[in-house]
């Protein structure tokens, strides 16, 4: 009978755990989607700005977004690496949607006003974007410490 409630008790820790973890990746394949499905909007804003390196930047944005989607399908919850790899592509596609904002603010005075609506709609995507970005860096932290405070309590209750 104690047995049970044992396990029991593991099944309601692993389901937070779980839980948590598949809200980030939920949350990351949500992004990534909505990153590609509405790239025309950044390609329209884009094309008003006179810097040439946009376009590549636009292209490693929605890449490395793709990579999210990969790197979080492979992740499991139980190891540790891939916690980090999910960390460091987060946070570099976190810093090339910066980038991405920087040249489009960096520009706004030299827009004409028929090309302002593509460009505040692309800052605005790319808001949400970052924002749900660093949503995800906070659960993978969250997830990473739990992973690893379990690892430990499983260490002391085996000595």
Known sequence: MRENKVKNK???KDKKKISSLSLMKCIIIITSIVQLVF????INALLMLKNDMSGFVLFMFVLFGLVLIFEAMRLNGKKKSG???LFIFSTTDLIIGFVLQYMYFSELGIITQSGMKFVQQAIILNIVV???IVVTLVLNIYCMVKTNFDY???MENNE
């Open 10 to 12: 593991n099944i309601v």
């Open 39 to 42: 790239s025309n909007i950044n």
């Open 83 to 85: 916690y980090i790899k």
């Open 130 to 132: 970052c924002v749900a």
């Open 152 to 154: 430990y309590k499983k």
